[in-house]
């Protein structure tokens, strides 16, 4: 949600971010339903507060007076009703139309439509140099039997699989990893609950629109979802509530798994894991200050949490400047990390760093007390420490070996019993 005299004052710039994001919606045609609403509010106020003017000399009139005045408190009451019933249609087309209007980009988000125009900004690591050919993620989860996606899509259909024997272990091993990590850094670890309510999805910006891309319960509870991100019920932890500034910024990591339909991406990253409908991440949130600079700090150390982790997986990649038409309605400034994926010969998204300033805190109307005693929307960002299974991808094609073995990276040996390397099974 935006802040509505902000909008009043620059509508241009709102319907500009509108357009970028590439989202379909009138700026103009709102400001006419504002003006519509507020002036019917007006009115009804004005009419009410009359009325009971009205009601109140009554019992101090008598005779043809009191006749008169009873019939106009009367013409008063059926006025005051029907503008009561127009307000309130209003307001829910007012309310509603605000929830779809997006945020507006930094000056620093480059311009473009698809993540084809996203803006490299740096490559981290040296790509593997194979003396061999080699063997893409699939093949080498059959040699080491760390997961069978045949028998996943016969038991729950497309994009399924099943994890199996070391391929638990590597996700379970990545997973700690992340989360010792961001508890070293002082992050508040959190399980958060695994279905929500739509209030969440739409103060966290994911609702309305984004419908066909989450999982919602049936008609026995049509009002709860599946979460696609621990982003949104740790983001909702604070809603509502008056927090205190002095505690802010708050830090906190979400650990879930998270379940997505990939509707609209038919045909595309159909094999192996890359794009699938069930994964766990290790989420990182944070709450601070309604400061840019302040949210420009924070965005740049949950960058950096990712890029740390990266570095102890010994994987190379590159940080990217998310473009306008790959932006969520939300967000005013993202990047991307992509780690390289020998199999693709390219790199694969496999986190994203969003910056959102006050859009998701006033939807979940989570604020906190300024010292001059001003109640302001505090900022929000989050950021993918790690999502399993596509980070596994990396982790196997750049750590395999010639005769089918798979080196483990240093940091993930303490979590698997000090095994350094996994050989093929026989067989």
């Known amino acids: 949600m935006i802040d509505l005299t902000h909008l009043r004052q620059y509508p241009d710039a709102y319907q ?79 309310r509603a139309f605000q929830l779809r209007i997006p945020s507006i980009p930094l000056d620093r988000v480059p311009f473009g439509k698809t993540d084809a125009d996203n803006v490299c900004i740096r490559e981290v690591g040296a790509r593997p140099s194979f003396s061999f050919t080699p063997r893409d993620h699939v093949a080498l989860g059959k040699l080491h039997r760390l997961f069978d996606i045949e028998r996943g899509v016969e038991v729950a259909g497309s994009r399924s699989y099943f994890l199996i024997g070391n ?16 508890h070293r850094k002082g992050y508040v670890l959190m399980d958060p609950p695994h279905i929500v309510k739509y209030e969440a999805m739409m103060g966290t910006g994911y609702l309305p629109g984004d419908e066909d891309a989450a999982y919602r319960l049936d008609d026995r509870d049509p009002q709860s979802y599946l979460i696609g991100t621990s982003e949104v019920p740790v983001c909702s932890f604070h809603a509502g509530e008056m927090l205190l500034k002095e505690e802010l910024p708050k ?40 400061d840019p600079a302040e949210s420009a700090v924070m965005h740049a150390e949950l960058l950096g949490n990712a890029e740390a982790l990266l570095g102890l997986l010994e994987l190379p990649y590159r940080v990217v400047d998310v473009c306008t038409g790959d932006m969520g309605k939300g967000q005013v400034y993202k990047n991307d990390i992509e780690s390289w994926m020998p199999s693709r010969n390219g790199y694969g998204e496999t986190h994203s760093c969003s910056t959102f300033h006050d859009f998701q805190s006033r939807r979940l109307g989570m604020r906190y007390k300024e010292s001059d005693g ?22 196997l094609e750049n750590h395999q070996q010639e005769d089918g073995s798979i080196r483990l990276p240093e940091a993930l040996r303490p979590y698997l019993g000090g095994e350094s390397v996994w050989k093929a099974i026989e067989g």
Not at 167 to 182: E, F
Not at 269 to 290: M, P, W
């Open 374 to 395: 001003r109640n302001v929307y505090p900022h929000t960002l989050n950021n993918t420490l790690v999502a399993s299974p596509r980070i596994l991808i990396a982790l």
């Open 16 to 94: 500009q971010a509108a357009d970028r994001k590439g989202i379909t919606i009138s700026i103009a045609e709102f400001l006419e339903l504002d003006s519509r609403y507020r002036e019917t509010l007006t009115a009804f106020e004005q009419q009410r507060a009359q009325q009971n003017a009205f009601s109140k000399e009554v019992s101090s009139l008598k005779g043809d007076e009191k006749t008169r005045r009873l019939a106009e408190v009367k013409e008063l009451a059926g006025r005051v009703k029907e503008l009561a019933e127009e307000s309130r249609e209003l307001e829910g087309v007012w």
């Open 167 to 182: 391929g638990v272990r590597l996700q379970h091993a990545v997973m700690s990893l992340a989360m010792d990590l961001l």
């Open 251 to 290: 830090r906190y990591a979400g650990y879930s798994p998270c379940y997505r339909r990939e509707a609209g991406t038919y045909g595309k990253d159909t094999s192996g894991l890359y794009r699938v409908h069930q994964f766990y991440k290790v989420e990182q949130v944070v709450i601070c200050a309604a």
